[in-house]
């Protein structure tokens, strides 16, 4: 089955912790995409990576953190730094960037709540 | 901010009726794409159309671009319960490589 999977579904953190949120594809695609999604509202987008070893920051990303040492793997750190990180975190990829004509394929979500 | 608007925020229609939902945005794009949202899920894509085009068609779904006044809008024909959900526009622009989510439309069919 190809696809991109998201772990864990559910995540609770206290204030001061950093937490990793994972997202792995194997769908061969070149890039991945962080999204924070709070209630009601729509996708901003946190860090995005078009190759392995690069990545941009995105309208969002103060606080947060990626990696891509891997073309399958895009994880996000969500650090102390960050002060409101209660949100809905969606991870997407496309087999080339978004000048390319590429549709998005998302993860199920990660649901991040601080205590 | 380069985030699209959409229009309505929420959209409350009979079974077998037709849907419109719409969204503007603010720069030139290569293409703009529609994805649908099941509550608490990821989102699915829809269709794209690129900047060239100015109507598509996809099963029930009709997408159509006006890109003079930076504008698109989905039609759902008859439309079913099962096409409860929220439904967001995002746009590709001509320059970088990142996509603008729109606002989004929530969109309840009632049986």
């Known amino acids: 089955d190809g696809g991109i999977t998201q772990s864990p579904k559910y995540l609770f953190r206290k204030e001061g912790q950093n937490v990793t949120l994972s997202c792995e594809q194997n769908?061969?695609?070149?890039?991945m995409y962080w999204y924070r999604q709070d209630p009601g509202q729509g996708l901003r987008l946190i860090y995005y990576?078009?190759?392995?070893?690069?990545?941009q920051k995105g309208d969002i990303a103060e606080g947060y953190s990626v990696s891509r040492e891997k073309k399958e793997s895009f994880p996000l750190t969500v650090t102390s730094a960050q002060k409101n990180p209660t949100a809905f975190y969606l991870c997407?990829?496309?087999?080339?960037?978004?000048?390319?004509?590429?549709?998005?394929?998302f993860g199920p979500g990660t649901r991040l709540t601080v205590l | 901010s380069q985030q699209g608007e959409e229009d309505p925020q929420a959209l409350s229609i009979q079974e077998g009726e037709n849907a419109t939902m719409n969204c503007s945005y603010k720069?030139?794009?290569?293409?703009l794409q529609w994805y649908r949202q099941n509550s608490g899920r990821g989102l699915v894509h829809l269709i794209l159309?690129?900047?060239?085009?100015r109507e598509k068609h996809s099963g029930r779904l009709r997408v159509t671009l006006d890109t003079s006044k930076k504008s698109s809008s989905l039609l759902i024909t008859a439309s079913r319960a099962a096409d409860t959900a929220s439904y967001f526009c995002?746009?590709?622009?001509?320059?970088?490589?990142?996509?603008?989510f729109g606002t989004g439309t929530s969109l309840t069919v009632i049986p």
């Open positions: 997407a990829s496309s087999i080339r960037g978004a000048a390319s004509n590429n549709e998005q394929f």
């Open positions: 769908l061969n695609h070149d890039a």
């Open positions: 990576s078009q190759i392995v070893n690069d990545f």
């Open positions: 720069t030139s794009i290569n293409n």
């Open positions: 159309i690129r900047s060239n085009e």
């Open positions: 995002a746009t590709a622009p001509n320059t970088g490589n990142q996509f603008y």
